[in-house]
């Protein structure tokens, strides 16, 4: 009875551990897939922030093309050189109006403040203006400031610029070398510094997106490589 009870009770538990083996095994086949699937889930958000990187990018390129750079291209004041101040005075009152509200504009009143410069590369005498703004806006005068209601403030801001332009005499200056534009600029705002540096950030964020889509890549491949040294090894 004994020997015919063992000889009964073995192929059971070999089943026995067949299954729990089959279990184990089960169980990492599943973790392996989760593992898997979370691994796709990352890769596939890298590759998406990447591509949106490209896409921000790309469309700041465009905005930035057609103001900072088109600007720079169309802009004439392309040399610099020294302007010493001949003199500056206030000729008249400029009429401006400022926002009170909603639908609200009232008027105000400010110094137009003209500068006479001299170029030490050539000797010419020039309208001096602040920058490509205030030329567009103004050219008679240096400096248009912000409509503002205390006309008192900005009739001290435009004497205070004055004096400090006389005091100072000699200040670099952006000048036309064609001589189509007979004024001069005391900044430049749209030159080579201002295109570097709006250009800068979209082009660092195209080269973020491209370097994570290629490291997403690399990963991809790398484990591919992997996992088949790995099945001829064995």
């Not at 089943?15 to 089960?26: L, N, P, T, V």
């Not at 169980?27 to 958000?45: C, I, P, V, W």
């Not at 905005?63 to 750079?69: C, D, R």
Request: proline content about 3%; glycine content about 6%; overall charge neutral.
């Amino acid at each position: 009875m004994f020997f015919v009870t063992g000889a009964k009770a073995g192929p059971s538990s070999g089943g026995d551990k067949k299954s729990i083996y089959q279990k184990f095994r089960g169980y990492e086949l599943l973790d392996k897939k989760r593992t898997e699937t979370a691994l796709q889930a990352g890769e596939d958000r890298a590759i998406m922030l990447g591509l949106s990187m490209m896409l921000c990018s790309i469309m700041m390129y465009f905005l930035l093309g057609i103001t900072v750079v088109r600007a720079y291209a169309d802009s004439v004041w392309t040399d610099e050189t020294l302007c010493t101040v001949l003199n500056s005075t206030v000729t008249a009152d400029i009429n401006c109006s400022y926002s009170c509200g909603a639908e609200c504009w009232r008027s105000s009143r400010f110094p137009c403040l003209q500068v006479y410069v001299s170029l030490n590369v050539s000797g010419r005498v020039a309208l001096l203006s602040h920058d490509e703004d205030t030329q567009e806006e103004n050219a008679e005068c240096f400096y248009v400031p912000k409509c503002q209601r205390d006309q008192a403030l900005m009739h001290a801001l435009i004497l205070d610029i004055g004096e400090r332009l006389r005091v100072q005499q000699h200040v670099p200056c952006f000048h036309d070398p064609s001589e189509r534009q007979e004024a001069v600029l005391l900044i430049q705002l749209y030159g080579r510094g201002a295109v570097f540096q709006s250009l800068f950030w979209p082009s660092f964020m195209l080269v973020g997106g491209l370097l994570i889509i290629f490291m997403v890549k690399l990963t991809q491949y790398l484990s591919i490589m992997c996992e088949q040294i790995g099945k001829i090894s064995k």
